[in-house]
């Protein structure tokens, strides 16, 4: 076994640098390579402090003559290193700086080359917490391999070079895919060849990405989802699934699916799934190609806009990112907005984080830029991430980290309170391993509002504070720790308070009315009804009944289709969302503002209280 490992190690090494040296042929060779002046050369080791063994990672060398060592342009901030690296440069002084995700200290070193000469540099990383021995892993679902200009083209060994160079225990590459055939099995096997122990990669897809009809302005939401097995009930590929279920801006023809078909799609083959960029929306030119007129000012949403009804038939999907990359400021305010009042109304629902990096993009080639920790026990497993992330055993963060207790109990966990008794509670906070990071501020925040802010000086790495919280109501605490600027920080999910007699909102049921009758002539027909859950395209019968003189009244998961059978006609089959004008246009037409009032979910929840279906039964002669 242990042979084995260490066999696949060697040749997962050699395979990574072939793969690395074919990048470095093309972009780093003709700036510094033979055909230049460079005699000096550079030896470069980056070491695991505590394993001794080569640990790749992203270096950022300028040269004597100032220039930046890019190594393909989907990625700017220097290169990724296997590990080790050597190369002809020019001579003088040059700036090394080494760097390894959050969790490790980055090293800045100044190296004096001489012609002539080849210099050594031997580095090592050592990790800043104790978090991943504590059973923490951090990734990122939401990295597109190709998003759609496929301007660059990258291969799987660099994909997995990348994530290791950011410490992302595990990376999950989405749609589309550098490879020939798309399925799972490939996609499975291809991210296998390259996963290491330390570091694995698997395929996932950013999937209910689905616009109405193909209406941009009409977006149903995004979602990354992970833990997804490879086939599916009857054999079928989840992958023509999730495709076939979805359109895509300007895909009018398709048949429109309500994301929540999807959602139970996912969790029927094992997955979760996450709403990404709830809140993203712009506006701008968009149009003009099938059918859409152009408009220059077009409301563009990426937004969750079936969220309230997902959230009130449900939820039917198991958590929300309420980090994207920095840059995108308001997206993850409103994000958080969201969240907050989502957990304000009982519902805990676990936040995430993805970066949308995209592998094809000049620049954007960043996966774990921002990412989310999870808790898990034993040896990473994603089914094992999956079911810690649904249980809200997470944080969020672009560069610090941190862990919250109270007593006993961690994040995600339920705190009973029968009494105002007093706990200990305890935050650890670690600032960014890069370049001049620190810490400078800890806050603690029960149901939204600022509960504790311990403001940090001295510019420290690491802080610890002990309090106590006194409390004998429902609520939620979240921890939020910042770093040297507002664009770097952590925020942690809840920790509950719970006091006897809390229930959790249930999912709000249909009350349907069927009016059964023949086309033409209007008159009332007898028959039956099947409640149909649907599992992505595959219909589910979860109750039936009869339908006397043109009618049947009952209850329904909200998220159900109604099948209608009377003798003598076709079939007929509508959905309570799709055939209930006021819930689907709700969604379609919705607006950021509405998407952060409760009372747009309150109205789905009234108007659920009266869902009518009128069946018009065309013969079947
Ligand atoms: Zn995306």
């Not at 590990?83 to 002084?93: I, K, M, N, T, W």
């Not at 977006?219 to 979805?246: Q, T, Y």
Request: some cysteine; hydrophobic content about 35%; charged content about 20%.
């Amino acid at each position: 076994m242990t042979a084995e490992v260490s066999k696949s190690g060697t040749t997962r090494r050699v395979f990574l640098w072939q793969s690395f040296l074919a990048l470095n042929t093309l972009y780093l060779y003709p700036a510094f390579g033979e055909g230049g002046s460079n005699s000096a050369v550079l030896s470069l080791k980056i070491y695991d402090a505590e394993t001794g063994k080569l640990m790749p990672c992203s270096v950022a060398l300028r040269t004597s003559t100032g220039e930046l060592l890019t190594q393909n342009p989907g990625y700017n901030d220097g290169f990724r290193c296997p590990g080790e690296f050597r190369s002809a440069l020019p001579a003088g002084q040059t700036t090394l700086v080494v760097t390894r995700g959050f969790d490790y200290q980055s090293e800045t070193r100044e190296v004096e080359l001489t012609d002539g000469k080849t210099t050594e540099c031997e580095i090592r990383l050592a990790r800043i917490s104790p978090l991943h021995k504590d059973g923490w892993v951090c990734g990122d679902n939401h990295v597109h391999m190709k998003h759609g200009e496929g301007k660059i083209l990258l291969d799987f060994p660099f994909l997995a070079l990348t994530a290791r160079a950011e410490a992302l225990d595990y990376m999950s590459a989405a749609q589309q895919w550098n490879v020939d055939t798309v399925t799972p099995e490939i996609l499975t096997r291809a991210c296998a060849e390259v996963s290491t122990p330390d570091c694995m990669l698997h395929w996932n897809m950013e999937e209910p990405k689905n616009y109405w009809k193909g209406d941009v302005s009409h977006c149903m939401g995004h979602c990354w989802n992970i833990g997804m097995r490879d086939v599916a009930a009857g054999g079928k590929d989840p992958i023509a699934e999730l495709f076939a279920m979805s359109a895509g801006d300007y895909q009018k023809e398709k048949e429109p699916t309500p994301n929540f078909e999807s959602h139970a799609f996912i969790h029927s083959i094992g997955g979760i799934a996450a709403y990404t960029h709830p809140l993203r929306f712009w506006r701008g030119a968009w149009g003009g190609r099938n059918g859409f007129p152009f408009e220059n000012e077009k409301f563009v949403s990426n937004m969750a806009q079936e969220l309230p009804f997902d959230t009130i038939a449900g939820p039917t999907y198991d958590s929300i990112d309420i980090m994207m990359q920095t840059k995108e400021r308001l997206v993850n305010q409103l994000g958080e907005q969201l969240w907050f009042m989502l957990l304000n109304q009982g519902y805990r629902i676990p936040a995430t984080s993805s970066t949308d990096a995209t592998f094809d993009n000049p620049g954007r080639a960043i996966p774990g830029k921002v990412r989310v920790y999870t808790r898990i026990e034993g040896e990473l497993t994603l089914a094992k991430v999956a079911a810690g992330m649904k249980a809200g055993r997470n944080f969020v963060t672009s560069g610090p980290l941190l862990t919250f207790t109270v007593g006993s109990q961690g994040i995600g966990d339920v705190v009973p309170v029968a009494t105002r008794i007093k706990h200990k509670t305890l935050v650890q906070a670690w600032a960014s391993g890069a370049p001049t990071e620190y810490l400078t501020k800890i806050e603690v925040i029960r149901n939204g509002l600022v509960y504790k802010s311990i403001e940090i000086t001295g510019k420290p790495k690491t802080h610890a504070v002990e309090f106590e919280i006194e409390e004998d109501n429902t609520s939620w605490y979240i921890v939020k720790c910042y770093g040297s600027q507002w664009s770097q920080y952590a925020v942690s999910n809840p920790i509950y308070f719970e006091a006897p007699g809390f229930q959790a909102p249930q999912p709000a049921q249909a009350q349907v009315e069927l009016q059964v009758v023949a086309a033409g002539t209007g008159n009332s027909l007898n028959g039956s009804y099947e409640v149909i859950e649907m599992i992505g395209r595959e219909p589910k019968v979860v109750s039936s009944g009869e339908i006397a003189s043109g009618h049947a009244a009952f209850n329904a998961p909200a998220t159900s289709r109604i099948r209608v059978r009377a003798s003598g006609c076709e079939p007929a089959m509508k959905s309570i969302f799709i055939d209930t004008p006021t819930l689907l246009n709700a969604t379609l037409e919705i607006q950021p503002e509405a998407l952060l009032d409760w009372t747009t979910y309150e109205n789905v929840r009234k108007t659920l209280r009266q869902i009518q279906l009128k069946f018009e039964m065309r013969s079947s002669a």
